[in-house]
């Protein structure tokens, strides 16, 4: 009777085990709802008929063609696009890149852009004259970077800086110039540039991709860039569509797609679509 007893008792605990130590059945992904801005041209922006275009929807439009999926594109406020991901309201967020502090909660595909930060500020400022304008410098490179820094700083002391909230560019100013400047949040990059327009702050950091769009616009032509290119650092320079943890069954399969379209210049294509230049990862 003991043993009898014994295997009726130990029997579901070696059941559940073994059930626990196969792996896990591979989802099949038919269909994804992917998150988006909509307001960061020409990456996204939101046309007078409500619809979203740009460098973005047309990546993530042919990423589902070659990998097989029904995607459904939702443009939301950029600071709700990660918390959205994590409670499963999206499957996919656009334009993310990936930096320590965003590795901790997501993952992220292979780059579909490949980009730099720089600052923008009013033809007329004294900081039209920043050092290093145009070049690309890396933050790693403590030995280029650091006197280049120097005189950033001394040149931004005082100043109000506008970046967009919840980005890297915000996290590089407020941890990189923190005792020297003021910061100042957005939830959009036009937003930053319309108080740069006013007089509201001094300057902006933003993405090259961005900047060169906004320099060009009506309205814009008092505003250029200035400063380095830079790279590096928490810098999220590589643009990813961003995932939840573990979701390697879907990277599997966007990831294959992306690569396809770097292989056979579609990327390039559509990036000098939007972007007059090439910004696809080489």
Known sequence: MKNSKFIRTVAPVLALVALLGQPAAAKEWTQITIGVEGAFPPYNLTAADGKVVGYDIDVANEVCKRANLK??????????????LLAGKFDAVLTMGPNPKRREVMDFTVPYARTSNTFGVLKSSPLAKLPKTGEAMSTNDK?????????????????????PLSTSQQQFIEETFKDTVTV???????????????GRIDAVFDNIVYLRDAVSRPGNEEVAMAGPLLTGGIMATDTCIGLRKGEDDLKAKLDPAIQSMIADGTMKTLSEKWFKFDVSPK
């Open 71 to 84: 995607c459904q594109i939702v443009a939301q406020d950029w600071d709700s696009q990660v918390p959205s």
């Open 143 to 163: 030995a280029a970077w650091e006197p280049v820094l120097k005189d950033i700083q001394a040149a931004l002391k005082g100043k109000t800086i506008g970046v």
């Open 184 to 198: 100042k949040t957005y939830k959009s990059s036009e937003q930053h540039t319309l108080d740069l327009i006013a």
